[in-house]
């Protein structure tokens, strides 16, 4: 009796203990750590937003508020110019950042590495993204025959480790991302979907 007891306790901690977001908030450029549960947007201007880039996210709730979502927005917009020929790469690299910056089931494929102190809060300075080798392959294969400069080489043909390597590292990004590419989920993780990506058109192949 006391053992089935202490299983059921245990359940119950275990259940209440997860979150869906790992960050929330903006604290001057990089995410504020918060494992919180995700929220709506405050305002019409935040969900028109979601509907145009991030349209796969359902459910009317994510791990980013607002403003955090109109910056990427606008980090977003030389990506978009640089893949404006080819709308699988754009819908493809938009979610690989919707997904890490607002997915509602952040935590299941983000973890945090390296964080720091910012007035009463704590902000992430390294991130660990886990990305299914099929989610990632789409990514890179869309994006790669669009533009070099995406894996900040203009030189040479751009591998999967050139693009995933340049966007998570890169001089003009105070964010680091480590992108964690694996044909299994690590244990507890639980990869975003890529049902929805897409891979070729009329323009572009894959």
Known sequence: MLHVLFTCVLITCLSRAHTDCVTYGDCDGLPCVSSTSAKPMSGEAGWSIVSDICPHLEGGK????DHQIE???SSLSKADSLLSRCKAAQVNFRTLVCDMVCGPNQSDYLQIEK???HGDKTRATHL???LSTTYSDKVWKSTKRESKLI???IFSSCSKNDLFGFIGNNRWTKL???YVIEDTPSPGIKHASHQHMKCGG?????
């Open 62 to 65: 994510f791990c980013c508020d």
């Open 71 to 73: 910056v990427m927005k």
């Open 115 to 117: 964080t720091e102190k």
């Open 128 to 130: 660990k993204y886990f």
């Open 151 to 153: 894996c900040g080489n």
């Open 176 to 178: 680091r991302t480590n």
């Open 202 to 206: 009329e323009t572009c192949t894959c």
